[in-house]
């Protein structure tokens, strides 16, 4: 899973794989392994509730997930992140389908058939992991097909619209 969290000393992007954990704020990275800090996580099924996990250290981490912020309390200190929505623009990308980055479910069309985007416009945000993902025009376009609806579950790698590329007309 991959979070990108908004704090008060700017992003920090957190992949988690199994029990590796990467932590980058800026060009700082820090990797470790949860078994190595973690003793005991005592999780409720209801995921809006208070959760806890027990350090190897004794303390205990509690979090709380309220919308798309955690707050978390540790040794007294209590800590906040917004989760932030990622953006997959396609950088350098000239193919004029719009894939889908990651299975998930489409949560919103930001745009209609025929109207026109100027690079880095929102195209539709795909919800994938509980988070959501702006998926951005990679050049001035101009819609030319939406090939999925409000809801719609996608894979990765499925078309979700096509583009006409528009900057070449204005010479």
């Not at 026109?116 to 702006?134: D, F, V």
């Not at 951005?136 to 719609?152: T, W």
Request: proline share 3%.
């Amino acid at each position: 899973m991959d979070y990108l969290f908004e704090t008060k000393n700017g992003l920090v992007s957190v992949y988690v794989s199994g029990s590796s954990v990467r932590v980058r704020m800026g060009t700082n990275s820090n990797s470790f392994q949860l078994e190595d800090l973690i003793k005991m996580e005592h999780r409720s099924l209801d995921t809006n509730s208070l959760q806890s996990v027990t350090m190897k250290d004794g303390s205990v981490l509690k979090y709380l997930k309220v919308r798309n912020e955690i707050f978390f309390h540790w040794k007294g200190e209590i800590w906040s992140g917004k989760l932030a929505e990622r953006s997959y623009e396609g950088a350098g990308q000239t193919s004029p389908e719009i894939k889908s980055p990651m299975p998930g479910k489409v949560v919103q069309i930001s745009t209609e058939v025929g109207k026109e985007h100027k690079q880095g416009e929102t195209l539709l945000i795909l919800e994938a992991m509980k988070m959501e993902n702006a998926v951005k025009a990679p050049y001035p376009c101009r819609v030319e097909e939406i090939r999925k609806l409000q809801g719609d579950l996608v894979q990765q790698d499925e078309v979700l619209i096509i583009l006409h590329r528009i900057d070449s007309e204005k010479t």
